[in-house]
């Protein structure tokens, strides 16, 4: 891969790009040294843009830079976990109630449907993830709080970190449908609390099967 190839994005953006797929597909393990000089070989880049994509990649919580030792991929603590869902189950649980409060008709079709399309998913985890994921995005976009949205885009990065991944857990793809099928019910009856509530639920039996 060259630099050419890496246009038309700001180099160091496509670059830090590249670096977080390898770093959610586990290419990159938690815990493992990046090598600045065999990447930038690998890409046919300076280091200079490397290093912009890595102070991105810090600044998302995804590497920890260490004076004279160079850039790590982050491993993620129990108590980080455990902080990373308490701040989701707060933000994700308040855009629940908003969208069960102001959702058009139009908005809660498109997610009954996306979770439709999950329940179909079920057999095939890596699309789970894939909907999964979009279903809470699309959730919080019909709440429109641009500085939540941010925040939850930035943890939801940490938690993807994470070797024991709550949906790896042995029936718990079955459980977080089921956790969705109450949510989108209060958000069908436009019970703004009862939406808070079993979205608070969803992540912390999230968290339960994550740990």
């Known amino acids: 891969?060259?630099?050419?190839?890496?246009?038309?994005?700001?180099?160091?953006?496509?670059?830090?790009?590249?670096?977080r797929q390898r770093i959610f597909s586990r290419e990159l393990e938690p815990g493992s040294w990046i090598d600045e000089v065999r990447l930038a070989q690998e890409y046919g880049i300076s280091r200079t843009p490397l290093r912009e994509a890595l102070k991105v990649l810090a600044a998302e919580g995804l590497v920890t830079m260490k004076v004279r030792r160079g850039a790590y991929v982050t491993e993620v603590s129990e108590r980080d976990l455990a902080e990373v869902y308490h701040l989701l189950a707060l933000l994700e649980s308040d855009a629940a109630a908003v969208v069960a409060e102001r959702a058009t008709e139009a908005e809660r079709k498109e997610l009954q449907k996306l979770h439709r399309e999950l329940e179909a998913a079920v057999k095939d985890r890596a699309r789970f993830f894939a909907l999964n994921e979009r279903f809470h995005m699309r959730l919080l976009e019909i709440a429109s709080n641009r500085w939540r949205n941010q925040m939850v885009a930035d943890l939801r990065k940490v938690m993807k970190l994470n070797r024991h991944h709550s949906l790896l857990k042995s029936g718990r793809i079955e459980e977080s449908l089921a956790e969705h099928r109450s949510v989108m019910e209060a958000i069908e009856q436009r019970d703004a609390e009862a939406a808070r509530e079993r979205m608070q639920l969803h992540f912390r039996s999230g968290l339960e099967a994550a740990a």
């Open 1 to 19: 891969m060259t630099a050419e190839a890496l246009a038309p994005r700001a180099l160091y953006q496509e670059v830090a790009e590249l670096l």
